[in-house]
């Protein structure tokens, strides 16, 4: 038999060509659907595709999915676009994001992508997607690099505690008050778990 030559792929592909072999014996659909667990409106849908398409008919189909925006010439092209800097193209700095990739596409293809999708793009590429570094056009490089140098050891010497407590910590007197603690007794007085 052609169908054995060849594994199935799957279980359900396996099935269906039992089905198509015990039809070959002579089997009817019924009695196939009931040895295999089916219906009987499966196994003659099998036996339709098999009679119009073959044997082969009854193989896994792997569904094509959309057919991607960019041919393979054009994503063949990406790489090399990219490698000429993303300065070449107008942006600040010469790091490539998703949102850059982007626009490059649309404005050298005419094609727009979702800024998720191109990462699968580049991914595809062996490109990894890359974030840039914002920093305050103020920043001062060698004030940052005089408080770490200097600054900081200096504060961090000064950690230690030298005096009685700080403000954060608690005393008795802040943590008790006759308000608070428990109901008063008979005659005004606290009782003797009370704050003193």
């Known amino acids: ?38 219906t009987a409106g499966a196994v003659s849908q099998w036996m339709r595709r098999a009679r119009e398409g073959g044997v082969e008919a009854l193989r896994r189909r792997v569904a094509p999915g959309p057919t991607p925006k960019l041919t393979t010439e054009q994503r063949a092209q990406l790489p090399p676009l990219l490698a000429h800097g993303a300065e070449a193209f107008g ?50 490089e060698a004030a940052i690099e005089a408080w770490r140098t200097e600054r900081w050891p200096a504060l961090k010497k000064g950690l230690t505690r030298k005096d009685g407590p700080s403000s954060g910590s608690t005393n008795r007197a802040s943590t008790c008050s006759p308000a608070l603690s428990a109901p008063t007794l008979p005659g005004g007085r606290l009782p003797s778990s009370a704050c003193p």
Do not use: C
């Not at 580049?122 to 103020?138: F, M």
């Open 91 to 140: 942006f600040r700095g010469d790091v490539w994001t998703a949102k850059r990739v982007t626009a490059v596409i649309r404005r050298e293809f005419g094609v727009q992508y979702h800024v998720n999708h191109v990462g699968n793009l580049l991914r595809a590429a062996r490109w990894s997607v890359q974030k840039p570094i914002q920093r305050a056009s103020q920043r001062n």
């Open 1 to 38: 038999m052609a169908t054995a030559q060849q594994t199935p792929h799957d279980w359900r592909e396996g099935r269906r060509l039992r089905a198509w072999d015990l039809k070959q014996q002579g089997w009817s659909q019924q009695a196939i659907a009931d040895a295999l667990g089916v």
